[in-house]
C-alpha cells in the first residue's frame, strides 16, 4: 500500500469518535420509598438525571448509582443546529 493511501485512511479513522468521548444523556427513573418499592407520581412524568457517558448502559449505570433507583428510559441528548 502507498504511503499516500495508508495515511489517508489513518485520517479517516482519526475523525471518529473515540470510544472513551462522552455524551449527554438524561435518564428517567422511577422514585422508590424507604423500603424500595416504587411509588407513584402524582404528575404522570418521571424524574430525569442529566449526566454524561460513553454509552447508553454506561448512563443507565451511573444514573441507577447516582439515584438508587429502578431507570425507566435513557435518551440521548442531541444538539439542534
Request: hydrophobic share 35%.
Amino acid at each position: 500500500m502507498p504511503l499516500a493511501a495508508a495515511k489517508s485512511a489513518g485520517d479517516r479513522r482519526s475523525r471518529r469518535t473515540s470510544p472513551s468521548a462522552t455524551r449527554p444523556y438524561r435518564c428517567f427513573y422511577a422514585p422508590v420509598d424507604s423500603n424500595g418499592f416504587p411509588t407513584n407520581i402524582d404528575t404522570g412524568v418521571l424524574p430525569f438525571v442529566d449526566l454524561k457517558a460513553a454509552s447508553g448502559e454506561a448512563a443507565q449505570r451511573k444514573a441507577h448509582a447516582k439515584t438508587g433507583c429502578p431507570v425507566a428510559s435513557v435518551e440521548r441528548l442531541e444538539h439542534a443546529e
